[in-house]
Nanobody, 124 residues
């Protein structure tokens, strides 16, 4: 069992930055690929970024490429999402997720464990 706890969300002006963190419990964090997803009310949860267990591979949705960076520190059991040049359309609840394989995935259904989410609000 893995528990994920996100933090770092908040209110920021357009053009600003936030760094989300996701702390994981358990001993197998370094064996899991991790992902960030986001959701706004009335819409499907959408993929944002993913990173492999070793950090060798990352992938991003097109709308965040060049603005967001996913990283991880396996010694701290933590995955991060650095978000720069934020736009009002980035407003959402952001979730981190873990999948019990080492390879990345864009598909929410392939992730086993989810955090409770953290709200990010970008004002114009």
């Amino acid at each position: 069992q893995v528990q994920l706890v996100e933090s770092g969300g908040g209110l920021v002006q357009a053009g600003g930055s936030l760094r989300l963190s996701c702390a994981a419990s358990g001993d197998s964090f370094s064996d899991y690929a991790m992902g960030w997803f986001r959701q706004v009310p009335g819409k499907e949860r959408e993929f944002v970024a993913t990173i492999s267990a070793s950090s060798a591979f990352t992938d991003y949705e097109d709308f965040v490429k060049g603005r967001f960076t996913i990283s991880r520190d396996n010694a701290k059991n933590t995955v991060y999402l650095q978000m720069n040049s934020l736009k009002p359309e980035d407003t959402a609840v952001y979730y981190c997720a873990a999948r019990i394989v080492r390879a990345t995935s864009q598909y929410a259904s392939s992730y086993t464990y989810w955090g409770q989410g953290t709200q990010v609000t970008v004002s114009s």
